[in-house]
């Protein structure tokens, strides 16, 4: 049916919706809003129940035959149709576009699908000066608007009249006019009936009863205001700057204002009363008590019920009530306003540790959020005296700590030597638990694993790994270093972010795993360095089996930037001979290597220079094919100038 225009109608107001609309234009028609709907195109059942229905999706969008339609009929531009419709916000307040995708996802007509609790379908907030209208002509004979926005959970407060919005009925205390909680599916309460002026209550006088509406009128200047202190009105100009679907706030940071915004909500409500000290105004403080009272009384009777009702959506559903609403939105903004992330994630932490500790299980379900910005899961993470926690075994792999664009392959078991700068006068520790320490870290905030599987990653065995930890975190505790090393760490995961051409130091360990230098290999070696030291001075006292594997102990420290103590060979030895002096001796000799001696020095020159030669070789070979097989070695001769 194509809708006749109508003799009259009506300009909507700025923000009003839909049923706002629909209940102004018919009582000025004098008739039913059942009958205009009908005559509009909003609905084709004249004569059923249905006619009485007409689904409260509409509040959100219109088919684009209902739009035509509705337009025609009204007399309105498809602009002032969009401008009806909650549909306009949906790109700044995502649980709308949320809905709408799971409407054409599921194919439902009807569905009382709320989002969370983020839009309110079945009922609305209001303010009573408002709905009084604002003395002209029009709004003095029809009322003011309904209007749409006071639809959206984040909307508790009016800034033009400075007060909190109200969502009972101060008459019959029933909520949800114009639309009736428990009917999902219906816009408007009481369609079929006329003589109901727009800003009167729809509901039933008695609850339940099928007798006449309540009638009280909620724009009544007896209802008492609700005063919104200045934190609270300046936190509600900031929601609506960002809802503003023409405003100044780009939608995507709307978007994930929003989001944040629900995030921190559901933290503060997990961690309450933590965060009572952030809200000003005593009444909200109260009612935000209340809020989370009740929230714990529903999942003690869900417990007791041995419900598998998801604990946490009752943690994750804002209150309906605009007072306690108002607390916690506002408390939440606080966190947010005017913060980046690193401030933020400062603020946060304490919030997260506490959430950690009193509800694991809940706080598993917030962390795990997928909607958290990446650089505030590091604040998420459990750690205990500065390190992870290490997961349980089966559970999921943990999210890396820190966003990084180096990954852990890309961290050596020594770091480089330049990175103590970093972490000045930490000499209350042994050098080589630091820095183990800080190895395992950077591998941490790259992977999410924490210092053991880190150790195994890295090659480091476990008790060693232990000790570092062990030893790091008594340091920090007692000399109160904790800032430092974090600063630290973080000031070396920058600088290998910002490093050009990252190693995969892990491709080179795996490769080096059980490899000693091949026979052909240190016959050349030996050769090269009979002929370069054949003068007699520097002689190395005698090239046996026991050179061959010192020289490759040093070559793999090198080649994977590894602890000597920690190369295979040298813990094969280790593990084959215990008890016995001679890894000792294999590690000093291969020691040697490192550091110019006084004893000997031209044949240890000698040898440290080919070795250099042997591993710029070896290394590029395995980068490019990811194993030492094939790795074919031709000394290149010595540069004597330089020597
Ligand atoms: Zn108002
Ligand atoms: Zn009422």
Not at 35 to 51: E, N, S
Not at 133 to 149: A, I
Not at 330 to 336: G, L, P, Q, R, V
Not at 539 to 550: A, F, L, N, Q
Request: net charge positive; aromatic share 8%.
């Amino acid at each position: 049916m194509t809708a006749d225009a109508l003799g009259r109608s009506l300009a909507p107001l700025d923000d009003e919706s839909l049923p706002g609309y629909v209940l102004r234009l018919s009582y000025r028609l004098g008739i039913t809003p059942n009958r205009l709907m009908l005559i509009t195109g909003l609905h084709h059942h004249p004569d059923t129940r249905k006619a009485m229905q007409v689904s409260a999706r509409r509040l959100l969008t219109l088919n684009p035959v209902s739009a035509t339609d509705f337009a025609a009929a009204a007399r309105l531009t498809p602009q002032e149709v969009a401008a009806l419709l909650l549909d306009e916000y949906a790109s700044r307040y995502s649980p709308l576009a949320e809905t709408a995708q799971f409407w054409a996802d599921s194919g439902r007509r009807i569905t009382p699908l709320t989002q969370g609790g983020w839009i309110q379908i079945t009922s609305t907030r209001f303010c009573p000066q408002c709905l009084a209208g604002d003395g002209s002509p029009v709004q003095d004979r029809l009322g003011g608007p309904w209007l749409r926005r006071w639809r959206l959970q984040v909307v508790f407060a009016c800034p033009t009249h400075r007060r909190l919005l109200h969502h009972f009925c101060p008459h019959c205390e029933s909520a949800g006019t114009p639309t009736r909680p428990g009917r999902a599916h219906q816009m408007i309460t009481r369609a079929g009936e006329a003589g109901l002026h727009p800003a009167q209550c729809r509901q039933d006088a008695a609850p339940g009863s099928r007798g006449p509406a309540c009638g009280g009128w909620l724009s009544d200047p007896a209802i008492p205001v609700h005063p919104a202190d200045r934190a609270v009105l300046r936190c509600q100009e900031r929601i609506l700057e960002r809802l503003h679907p023409t405003g100044p706030v780009p939608a995507s940071e709307a978007v994930e204002y929003f989001t944040l915004l629900g995030l921190v909500h559901e933290l503060l409500v997990l961690t309450w009363p933590m965060g009572r000290a952030l809200i000003g105004q005593p009444e909200l403080a109260a009612a935000a008590d209340r809020h989370v009272d009740n929230v714990h009384k529903q999942i003690t009777a869900l417990a007791s019920n041995k419900s598998r009702h998801p604990v946490h959506s009752l943690m994750r559903k804002p209150p309906a009530d605009p007072w306690s609403c108002a607390a916690f939105l506002t408390a939440a903004d606080s966190f947010i306003a005017d913060a980046d992330l690193g401030a933020l994630r400062e603020r946060i932490k304490p919030f997260t540790d506490a959430a950690a500790a009193t509800d694991p299980r809940a706080w598993y379900y917030l962390r795990t959020d997928a909607r958290w910005p990446d650089a505030l899961r590091e604040s998420h993470v459990q750690t205990v005296g500065g390190f992870r926690v290490p997961a349980r075994p089966g559970k999921r792999r943990p999210l890396p700590t820190r966003v990084c664009r180096y990954q852990a392959a890309n961290v050596p078991q020594r770091l480089f030597e330049d990175w103590r700068q970093h972490l000045p006068d930490a000499d209350a520790v042994a050098e080589k638990h630091l820095h183990r320490a800080m190895a395992l870290k950077l591998v941490e905030l790259a992977s999410g694993d924490a210092w053991s599987r880190a150790a195994e990653f890295l090659g480091i065995p476990r008790k060693r790994a232990e000790h570092a930890v062990l030893h790091v975190r008594g340091w920090m505790t007692s000399h109160g270093r904790h800032r430092a090393f974090d600063a630290a760490a973080e000031k070396i995961a920058q600088s290998l972010d910002a490093t050009d051409t990252l190693i995969d130091y892990a491709k080179r360990r795996h490769a080096l795993k059980d490899w000693d230098m091949p026979m052909d290999h240190w016959q050349l070696f030996t050769d090269e360095l009979r002929q370069r030291t054949r003068s007699g001075r520097g002689h190395w006292h005698k090239i046996d089996e026991s050179k061959r594997v010192i020289v490759s102990a040093h070559i793999w420290t090198l080649v994977t930037h590894g602890e000597l103590s920690f190369a295979p060979l040298v813990l094969a030895d280790k593990k084959a001979h215990a008890g016995q002096p001679r890894t000792a001796r294999l590690l000093r000799n291969a020691g040697e290597l490192h550091y110019p001696l006084k004893r000997n020095p031209t044949a240890y020159a000698t040898i440290r220079g080919l070795s250099l030669d042997y591993v710029s070789g070896l290394a590029k070979h395995i980068d490019h094919r990811g194993s030492a097989t094939g790795f074919a070695w031709t000394p290149t001769p010595p540069n004597w100038t330089n020597e």
